[in-house]
């Protein structure tokens, strides 16, 4: 029987009242419990927290009612926390207090309120508006484990700043000072770095352990022509079709913040105390901000949000046959090219993609819905940037940068290599990944990888940090599960999260080893540059921590490739989206080119079935 995917409201009329009703952000004095990324629970609403571990990560598994702690909840500890006080929320006193009594001049505005009735997807839909494709804004959520709802969700729009980075060209948007800047610039991360020089951001009490405001956007795989100038220059690089920017990073002071182990929203909005005449002005500013925020959330007409009724089953692929810019007999002769290069020892593995191409009435947000269905994985993402729209479901990290206790920092590095399907029951699972894990080929692809991590690690750590924390252990998913591994090192003195996004790009699982001389032979072979798929996509916070995903099973939607507009048979008036799905495999001295083109056929039908959903469940075709 079919299932209804309702759309719920932003507040039912009868109960809007009590909906806006905010709770105050007092719980009371004394100091806060630590949260760590292992061994913690959620009692009562609040966290018992065991001792860090040794590293000072903090880790935290099992949370309250299935909820656990996802791959965008890992945080650091506050850096400037005010421990045993009330946390600022509309108390003018607090504000100045907090202003005047740290090193600081950024400083929280927030509320919180019931989030019972309202979700990640309804919020951003009360935010962005359905045809305001070029509008910047992000929902990130997660799914840990396959089945498990990831503790925090992240939804915001209206950046205060923007950059835009094409073949050095950058522009910069300042949408507060209404300035449009364009320099040349040899590489465009240092130009987020001189714009944080001056950020000294507050950590309060009362906010949640996660990202609550800072940089979000992507980091295209061409990103990595700015790292490595000489060997792989611009004029060098495959067809640029689609003229997406190389880099897009926007700057957001206004955030919503969802706790799903306590039911509440945090609507946030930051201050920059020194841009103002006094402190008073500040404060008044940050609340007028957030007034706007929170009534938005809470608008008088429900955004529309289709219901979808689910009858198509979920666990097959896509039926539709995908346009690719690879003909069969293109690719085919493409990974004959590398196996000669492997037997010639240039490289010793390749990984070779193929972009293909799916039209669809779907909105693209409806498809994002669509795939929270079909695929969860830790790393769920809706972006909208300048040029196109992200849709994805990363189960890797490319970059990860975390504050210890003692204001050192840690870079992680995870490569994903192996893959099985997951078994039908648990017996089956137990024995496929016995399978995986005694699979040599897998084996040696993956200790490959990790050495690759460890170089790039090693790139920006102490002499001596670098460290394998795990080793080839078995990771499970909605439908398949990989063999992972954990490397880390401590950043050296002098660099910062940048450095290591630098040295990570790109990760190994999309490149190839040596990765140089791969990506130099991918330039060759592949007709397109790949944009968005092989790069990063996340967040740099204010308090200076990373996480970015890297960006796999991700669709890129152009906003310049549409159709016009007609009627539908619901009389609604829809656009026909083009999507392009990038998939790769690594290829090996013994790679079997059928096998290999097979393998990036059935990773982008995986992906393209939520498009199918999206049209079955919402457009009822």
């Known amino acids: 029987m079919a299932e209804a995917m309702r759309a719920p409201s932003c507040a039912h009329g009868a109960d809007r009242k009590q909906f806006r009703t905010r709770l105050r952000t007092s719980f009371g004095r004394g100091e806060r419990e630590r949260t760590t990324w292992k061994g913690s629970t959620i009692r009562g609403g609040r966290i018992a927290a065991k001792k860090a571990e040794e590293d000072g990560l903090r880790r935290q598994e099992m949370g309250q009612g299935g909820v656990l702690e996802d791959e ?116 465009p991360m240092d130009i987020p770095v001189e714009l944080s020089k001056e950020w000294r951001p507050a950590h309060v009490e009362g906010l949640p352990n996660a990202f609550t405001g800072g940089w979000v956007g992507y980091t295209s795989y061409d990103t990595v022509r700015y790292v490595y100038k000489g060997k792989l220059p611009f004029q060098d690089a495959p067809e640029d079709d689609r003229k997406l920017p190389d880099i897009h990073l926007a700057l957001y002071k206004n955030t919503v913040v969802f706790d799903q182990a306590t039911k509440l929203a945090y609507a946030i909005s930051w201050v920059r105390t020194d841009e103002f005449d006094s402190l008073e002005d500040a404060y008044y500013s940050g609340r007028r901000e957030l007034t706007r925020l929170v009534n938005k959330l809470t608008p008088k007409t429900n955004p529309d949000l289709r219901p979808g009724r689910v009858s198509l089953s979920l666990s097959g692929r896509s039926t539709q046959q995908n346009k690719s810019n690879f003909t069969k007999e293109g690719f085919l002769e493409a990974i004959r090219k590398t196996k000669e290069y492997i037997l010639s020892g240039d490289i010793f593995q390749l990984v070779l993609s193929q972009r293909f191409e799916r039209r669809t009435f779907a909105d693209p947000f409806e498809i994002y819905r669509a795939l929270r269905v079909v695929n969860p994985s830790p790393y769920m993402i809706y972006m909208q940037t300048r040029g196109s729209m992200l849709v994805a479901s990363s189960p890797e990290i490319l970059c990860r940068v975390r504050t210890r206790h003692d204001g050192s920092q840690v870079v992680v590095n995870r490569p994903l290599a192996g893959t099985r399907k997951r078994g039908a029951t648990r017996e089956e699972d137990i024995a496929l990944e016995q399978e995986l ?38 990771e499970r998913y909605s439908h398949v599960m990989h063999i992972s591994s954990t490397v880390t090192g401590t950043l050296r003195d002098g660099l910062d999260r940048w450095d290591a996004l630098r040295a990570a790009l790109p990760a190994g699982t999309v490149s190839g080893a040596p990765k140089v001389r791969a990506m130099q032979i991918i330039d060759e072979l592949e007709p397109h540059r790949r944009g968005p798929y092989g790069g990063g996509v996340g967040f740099a916070s204010f308090g200076g921590d990373m996480d970015i995903a890297l960006a796999l099973r991700t669709m890129v939607i152009p906003t310049n490739r549409v159709d016009t507009r007609y009627r539908y048979k619901d009389s609604e008036s829809r656009k026909e989206w083009v999507v392009h799905i990038q998939a790769g495999a690594g290829v090996v001295a013994d790679s079997d080119p059928d096998s290999e083109y097979e393998e990036t056929v059935n990773k982008a039908a995986a992906l393209a079935r939520a498009i199918d959903l999206a049209e079955q469940a919402l457009l009822g075709e």
């Not at 504000?95 to 919180?112: G, H, K, L, Q, W």
């Not at 959520?141 to 835009?164: H, K, L």
């Open 72 to 187: 965008w909840s890992y945080m650091p500890q506050d850096m400037a926390k005010l421990e045993g006080e009330e946390p600022t929320d509309g108390n003018l006193n607090r504000f100045v207090e907090i202003a005047t009594s740290r090193d600081c001049n950024m400083v929280p505005v927030y509320e919180r309120i019931f989030a019972d009735h309202l979700t990640p997807v309804l919020a951003y839909r009360c935010l962005v508006s359905e045809d305001d494709r070029e509008a910047p804004s992000f929902l990130l959520e997660s799914v840990v484990n396959g089945d498990q709802t990831g503790r925090y969700s992240f939804v915001g729009a209206q950046p205060a700043v923007e950059i835009v980075a094409k073949e050095f060209q950058v522009t910069i948007l300042d949408h507060v000072r209404g300035t449009i800047q364009q320099e040349t610039k040899e590489d």
């Open 437 to 474: 894990l005694a699979d040599e080929k897998e084996r040696a692809e993956h200790v490959m990888l990790v050495d690759l991590g460890r170089n790039d690690v090693g790139k920006v750590a102490k002499n001596g940090s670098v460290n394998v924390k795990t080793l080839m252990e078995v």
